[in-house]
């Protein structure tokens, strides 16, 4: 009779250490899985540092990063329009360590390259758009250009003999180019640098004409006198320029272009991870500090859910693919 209660005894024992380990042990597996751990998030940017998308990506992650309790690396993996660093991103492993802050020419990406390591749909998940970022058309004050009509005219007396650069094939300061050019009737040849920053030094040293730039990379040069305004890319003045004009102003209809930074995850990410990090974005973009910096800048916040911003991505394609045909766009 003993022998059997000592067995009943050790049975109960062994099934309530058993349910305390379970206990235990799940409550051990969730910690590991909880976003974000100890762990470092990559922000890639495909582009140089010192452009417009790395200036906006630079100022999110150092202040999410602390809102997050985590460190947060901005990596620069510029080239071929943005698509390099894409890549890396649509290849990762969708855990939440891992986002791409690019700029709007990655809707343009699929219609102006002949193929692509990636699926521009099917390989990324929005988070958000973060900013919209007036680019400035600008030229050397040496180059002569007493405004938009005076470039249109010397242009169009001598066509093919022009260069405007960009920050890359497919980028957005590519595609302000390009509208400006079609709606102006102008022939001019297209330069396509590796970033901003080496198209901003070329434009100073007059071996382009002109050069689409982001407000927020060619301010300090243009308050240096480095380099001329002539007019501002969007459909609306820029605050932080209020006496330049907009192209459409300066006498070129339909030439108006909006450059946009969002960030994207792997396409598999969790979604409670990506809403997380949507939901973390907004609040810190809501920031007085962070409002302030964005307004001495030029840029916009445009913050939306990840769903919203997908859709918005989907429609951009197509009206990018349209642009890109129409201007007969091609990688140089």
């Known amino acids: 009779m003993k022998k059997r209660q000592s067995s009943h005894k050790n049975l109960i024992n062994f099934l309530t250490l058993f349910f305390v380990l379970s206990i235990f042990g799940s409550s051990s597996a969730y910690s590991q899985t909880a976003w974000p751990k100890a762990q470092t998030i990559r922000f890639i940017v495909p582009f140089t540092p010192g452009s417009g998308t790395d200036v906006i990506a630079r100022m999110i992650a150092n202040r999410l990063g602390d809102a997050l309790e985590t460190s947060i690396f901005v990596e620069n993996k510029p080239g071929a329009g943005g698509t390099i660093g894409a890549a890396i991103v649509a290849k990762a492993e969708p855990n939440g360590y891992t986002f791409l802050i690019t700029s709007s020419g990655h809707v343009v990406n699929p219609s102006l390259y002949s193929s692509l390591p990636y699926d521009t749909l099917k390989d990324f998940s929005g988070v958000t758009s973060l900013v919209e970022l007036p680019n400035v058309m600008v030229t050397s004050p040496d180059a002569g250009y007493a405004s938009v009509k005076d470039l249109i005219a010397k242009a169009q007396a001598a066509p093919g003999t022009k260069n405007y650069a960009s920050a890359g094939n497919g980028s957005a300061t590519h595609m302000n180019a390009e509208k400006f050019k079609m709606a102006a009737k102008i022939n ?51 605050p932080v320029l209020p006496n330049v004009p907009t192209t459409i102003e300066a006498g070129v209809p339909n030439s ?26 907004i609040k810190i973009m809501k920031e007085p500090q962070i409002v302030s910096q964005l307004n001495k800048l030029g840029a916009e916040p445009i913050l939306m859910s990840p769903q ?25």
């Open 256 to 281: 108006s272009y909006t450059f946009w930074v969002g960030i994207f995850a792997p396409s598999k990410t969790p979604r409670k991870i990506i809403d997380q990090m949507n939901q973390g974005i």
């Open 308 to 332: 919203k911003f997908d859709q918005m991505v989907k429609t951009e394609m197509e009206s990018a693919a349209i642009l890109v045909k129409e201007s007969k766009m091609v990688v140089n």
């Open 188 to 238: 001019a040849n297209h330069i396509p640098y590796k970033g901003t920053p080496d198209a901003i030094t070329d434009t100073i040293a007059g071996r382009v004409d002109w050069f689409f730039s982001p407000i927020v990379s060619a301010l300090p040069l243009i308050k240096d006198g480095k380099l001329q305004t002539l007019a501002v890319g969007t459909d609306k003045r820029s």
